[in-house]
T-cell receptor, first 115, second 114 residues
Framework: QQQVKQSPQSLIVQKGGISIINCAYE??????FPWYQQFPGKGPALLIA?????SEKKEGRFTISFNKSAKQFSLHIMDSQPGDSATYFC??????????????FGRGTQLTVWP | DAGVIQSPRHEVTEMGQEVTLRCKPI?????LFWYRQTMMRGLELLIY????????DSGMPEDRFSAKMPNASFSTLKIQPSEPRDSAVYFC????????????FGEGSWLTVV
């Protein structure tokens, strides 16, 4: 059972455009929502993360929007660049202060940014 | 600081052979995770340890898979006997064990079983 559902599976965006990836979850115990970026041949690496007490978090060109009532969150990449071409994973974990850091991952979105 | 170190990076083996993947977590991290990545199933958590103790191995596909963490700086994932459907990238990851702490991934072990 997929705890976090991610869409789209793949995305093609022109350079300078906005890339938007969406995720949804069911478990209301989730309280930490990171996005990971993976380049070919590499392991996933943390890109940006949010907790449900805020609705938006921005770091440079990357923004997470969070809708607690809808149990959805999304990643927006502004001014997308060819170097952003990678696979993006949303994830969730539960239990603020829990001693366990287990993440539940979405299936991933392969982003291609055309120059 | 060195990141999570995995070995081997690439392994090609024949069906039926034993495969052992190794992982050294980041020093000081007390949680360790083994993930498998395939095109069909994405990133799957196989097993995770906290303070060297296996907490949840429900993701281990079958008895052919086993994992150990004999000390805080070393873990192994063993497949015996290996099958072609085990071909995947196996990632080891570690973190400080608290929810909200960044999980750091190694670069993966690319396994091909022929």
């Amino acid at each position: 059972q997929q705890q976090v559902k991610q869409s789209p599976q793949s995305l093609i965006v022109q350079k300078g455009g906005i890339s938007i990836i969406n995720c949804a979850y069911e478990n209301t115990a989730f309280d930490y929502f990171p996005w990971y970026q993976q380049f070919p041949g590499k392991g996933p690496a943390l890109l940006i993360a949010i907790r449900p007490d805020v609705s938006e978090k921005k770091e440079g060109r990357f923004t997470i929007s969070f809708n607690k009532s809808a149990k959805q969150f999304s990643l927006h990449i502004m001014d997308s660049q060819p170097g952003d071409s990678a696979t993006y994973f949303c994830a969730a974990s539960k239990g603020r202060g829990s001693t366990l850091g287990r993440l539940y991952f979405g299936r991933g979105t392969q982003l291609t940014v055309w120059p | 600081d060195a990141g999570v170190i995995q070995s081997p990076r690439h392994e090609v083996t024949e069906m039926g052979q034993e495969v052992t993947l190794r992982c050294k977590p980041i020093s000081g991290h007390n949680s360790l995770f083994w993930y498998r990545q395939t095109m069909m199933r994405g990133l799957e958590l196989l097993i995770y340890f906290n303070n060297n103790v296996p907490i949840d191995d429900s993701g281990m596909p079958e008895d052919r898979f086993s994992a150990k963490m004999p000390n805080a700086s070393f873990s192994t994932l063993k497949i015996q006997p290996s099958e072609p459907r085990d071909s995947a990238v196996y990632f080891c990851a570690s973190n400080l064990g608290f929810s909200g702490n960044t999980i750091y991934f190694g670069e993966g072990s690319w396994l091909t079983v022929v």
